[in-house]
Every structure is written in C-alpha cells, then in structure tokens.
C-alpha cells in the first residue's frame, strides 16, 4: 500500500474524529478507496466509524451514495408503465420491530404499486428483509436480471444488497464483515439498481429527516417521504409508529421539502402497547407473525402497523390524495387476500426454483394455526 495515501487517509479520520465536515467530493473519494481495498482493514472501519459517529451531512452521504452506484452497481431499468418505488428502512433504531417495512411493501404491491426493493440482511437487527423474505421463499440471492423481470411481471422485486451479484466489488464484501450501523445503511440502501424516482425512506434518528431528503433530492427523486417514528421511554423506530407521533420530510415534485408529524389518532387509532410490535428475534416465529398479518388472520397492533407503513407507499405512488385513504386501502387489500396472493405470484416470479419456493410458503402456511403469536 501507498504509505502516503494510508498516512492522508488517516488524517482524514483524524478530521472526522475532531467532528470536522468532509465535502462530497473527499467522502467518495475516501469511500472509493476502501472499495478498491487500498486501505488497510483498520482504517477502513474506523472510516466508518468516525463518520457515523460524527454524524453524517447530507453531502456525506452523497458522497459514499456516488461511489456506489458508479463503481459498484449492476444497473437495470424495469419496463413498467407506473412509477418505480422503494419502500426500506434505514435500521439502527433502538426499537427493534418485526419486519413491517417488508410486510407493507407486499400489501402495497398487492394494490398496484410497482416496487423495486433493495434490502440486506440484518446487521443492527435480528432479521433484515432480506432474512424474512428468504425465509418465506423469495430467491434472494438471484441475479439483477431476475429481479427486473419480476418487478416487470408481478410488480414487486428485491435486490440483495450483499449479493455479488448486485454489487460485485466491495460492497457485498464490506457488509458481510461489519455487524453495527454505519452511513451504508443510508448511503449504500439508496444504491438501488432500478434508481427509483419515487420512495419511503424510514430513519433512524429525527436528525436525519432533512439530510437524508436533500440527499434523496440531489441524487434525483422527484418525490419522497422520509420517515421516523417516536416510542416511549425516548426510543424510536424507522417506520410510521402507532405507539407515538411520527415525524415526517416529505420531498415535493417542486423540489421543496416539508415537514410535519401525524399520531396514531390521525388515522383513528388509539397506541398500542410497546410488546406487541418488537420483535421476539426468532426468525421462524416471526415469519409466521407475518404470514399471520398479511392472511387476514391478525387485525391486532401488528395489523394496524403494516396498514399504517403501506399508506404512504400509495400516497407517494399517487394511488391516494392522503394517508388515511390509504391506510383504508391497505386494510382492505389484506381482508381480500389479495396480500397472499402477491407474496405467491412473488416468489414464483423471483426465483430460480419456483416449486420449492411455493413449497416452503405453503408449508409455513400449514403452520399458522397452529402458531401462537404474541
């Protein structure tokens, strides 16, 4: 390695260490070299370290954004004729929840939207979407190609974040070796191979509720809602809460960002308890909690949750003129079963072995009742 550039590499942590802003420019810069693995191990995660821990400006997380998708990001374009959404969360929040994000974006779908998720396995958390969709039997680990023709077919697909085969140089590998929260659970989920125009973006913290909007609007979304959602005893969630008020940054068509906070009441519901949406860390029992949600079977805390996440997928789609119309509209998809049958056209469009995948949904399925879920 280029003694040099380790000894300005470390200065630069130095400069992060002391709380000392970096450009867009330095942080891709920087950020590229722990791609190309130019730096030696311990530097790169104190990198990381350090600018988590300072607290990343918008043009931070641009920064390690740009160096991502140019240099690491098989790139696809889904022909659909709607607008392309993601829906994720960021992780890290001190409330560990059951994956509602994943649940909400199947309801969503099941309504019309056109979703191309990009998720990771859990790195903060006990089970990341990616973990729960692989349990329910989505092929997670299936090529770009795959996936953009599932989001053509049945209007929803996933990208692995740390697969290979989505980000084949150093991405996947810098994933695989880290187990806390950094900038990547922002910077490197908004490296979306379909680059979607249209988003809901949960977060972990309020603080970055602008940031992360002007970041979303400087790397070219027309419209967004950037999501954090209070708990008691001063936790927080990166979803729309149904326990406390949920502040949002709502990204415009004119480019203008706007922020406000709604509760619980605004939608007719009364806080639920704290227990009755974390999640018990077991990733079968919270498969089936899902399973449960999505069947119709549960119209508990759990329920309401998903219906209130899937309201502003519809909202930022165009689909709906509120978020109560479209927390209505997500109620009503699930006592369908239209839900259901969106997870099965899923995971026959997205996978490489369609009979087992259908076979493990159908398994589960058998077990819901006899499953007690609490």
């Not at 810069?29 to 300072?54: V, Y």
């Not at 607290?55 to 709607?82: F, H, N, S």
């Not at 089936?288 to 508990?300: A, C, K, M, T, Y």
Request: glycine share 10%; hydrophobic share 40%; aromatic share 6%.
């Amino acid at each position: 390695m280029d003694e040099n550039r380790v000894k300005n590499f470390g200065a630069v942590i130095s400069r992060l260490i002391s709380k000392e802003n970096l450009s867009r420019e330095e942080v891709k810069d920087c950020f590229s070299q722990i791609m190309r693995n130019e730096q030696p191990d311990l530097q790169q995660g104190a990198f990381m370290a350090a600018l988590t821990a300072k607290g990343e400006t918008a043009a931070e997380i641009a920064g390690v954004w740009e160096a991502i998708y140019e240099q690491d990001t098989i790139r696809v374009r889904p022909l659909v004729d709607k607008p392309v959404v993601d829906n994720c969360g960021t992780g890290m929040d001190s409330l560990k929840t059951f994956n509602i994000s994943t649940a909400a974006s199947i309801v969503a779908a099941a309504g019309g939207v056109v979703l191309a998720k990009h998720g990771a396995r859990a790195l903060s958390g006990s089970c990341g979407t990616i973990d729960m969709l692989e349990s329910l039997g989505v092929d997670v680990e299936t090529d770009v190609e795959t996936v953009k023709r599932s989001i053509e077919t049945v209007g929803i697909g996933i990208f692995n974040g740390m697969s290979a085969k989505v980000h084949p140089q150093a991405l996947f590998r810098i994933l695989s070796q880290i187990r806390f929260g950094t900038t990547l659970n922002i910077a490197g989920s908004l490296a979306n191979p379909a680059l979607p125009h249209y988003a809901v973006r949960g977060v972990y913290s309020a603080e970055l509720l602008q940031p992360v909007a002007e970041v979303m609007r400087e790397i070219g979304y027309k419209r967004a809602l950037v999501i954090y959602g209070s708990a008691p005893g001063g936790r927080g969630m990166d979803e729309l809460s149904n326990l406390g008020e949920s502040h949002i940054a709502e990204l415009c068509e004119d480019g203008q960002i706007i922020k406000y906070s709604l509760s619980p009441s605004d939608f007719g519901l009364t806080p639920c308890l704290t227990e009755e949406i974390v999640t018990s860390g077991d990733k079968q029992r919270e498969t089936l909690r899902l399973l449960r949600i999505l069947s119709g079977n549960d119209e508990g805390a759990a329920f309401e949750v998903v219906c209130l996440n899937a309201a502003p997928v519809f909202y930022i789609a165009g689909m709906v003129k509120s978020l109560q119309e479209g927390y209505a509209k997500a109620a009503e998809i699930i006592r369908s079963g239209a839900a259901i049958a969106k997870l099965r056209q899923w995971i026959k469009a997205q996978n490489t072995n369609p009979e087992a995948g259908i076979a493990r949904l159908e398994s589960l399925l058998g077990e819901l009742d006899g499953a007690k879920i609490s």
